[in-house]
């Protein structure tokens, strides 16, 4: 038997029932105290890269064997790289003087800094902890010589890039207390807020 030979409304009904069923759960943001001003005015955040267990909108948990297995919780309610890249982004929005924006480039002039984030492990673990683990990267152009008009002969000033290349590890763990999906969405808010503050204060540097 084919789709097309079902009923339109029992068709639709099943589709419904599918969709309507599943529980979704958000990643938040959450209020912090920290504020910096960023080296540079405008930066990039290019789209956070996660581990294959991560990516996938089903909850991913760590069972006691330490295997990693997609859960019957629910999922998350939004694509989970792009979820994770729009909370840092927002994040750092709040925290420091630069504007913030993800991949694609939203605004005319070309960003001044590009931040790269590659997550090696994102999990609820078998110790009741949320781990992020990984390493970022920053960094910006370094800005064309400037030349003397009046003095030709004089060698360029040369300028430092505004934001230095950086290359950092972080290795993140928030615990919590019940192996829910409410309390793991609440972790992971809580890993990534902790994560954005470490960056915050990298730009700043």
């Known amino acids: 038997m084919t789709f097309r030979s079902l009923p339109a409304a ?109 997550i090696e492990t994102f999990i609820a673990t078998k110790d009741n902890t949320f781990r992020a683990a990984g390493q970022y990267f920053m960094g910006s152009v370094t800005p064309d010589p400037i030349e003397d008009p009046d003095d030709p002969d004089k060698p360029p000033r040369v300028l430092s890039a505004p934001l230095p290349d950086k290359a950092k590890l972080f290795d993140i763990v928030i615990p919590f207390s019940a192996r829910t999906p409410a309390a793991i969405a609440a972790a992971q808010t809580a890993a990534l807020s902790q994560l954005s503050e470490q960056i915050a204060r990298d730009l700043a540097r």
């Open 10 to 118: 029992l068709l639709l009904a099943a589709l419904a029932a599918c969709g309507d069923s599943t529980p979704q759960y958000l990643v938040e943001t959450r209020p912090t105290d920290v504020q910096v001003r960023a080296r540079v005015s405008t930066l990039l955040v290019r789209t956070v890269s996660l581990p294959t267990y991560a990516a996938d909108q089903k909850i991913a948990v760590q069972t006691e064997s330490g295997s990693v297995q997609a859960t019957d919780f629910g999922l998350w309610a939004d694509e989970p790289e792009r979820a994770t890249t729009l909370s840092i982004t927002r994040n750092l929005n709040t925290m420091t003087s630069a504007k913030v924006a993800p991949e694609p480039w939203p605004l005319p002039e070309p960003a001044q800094g590009v931040l790269d984030i590659r």
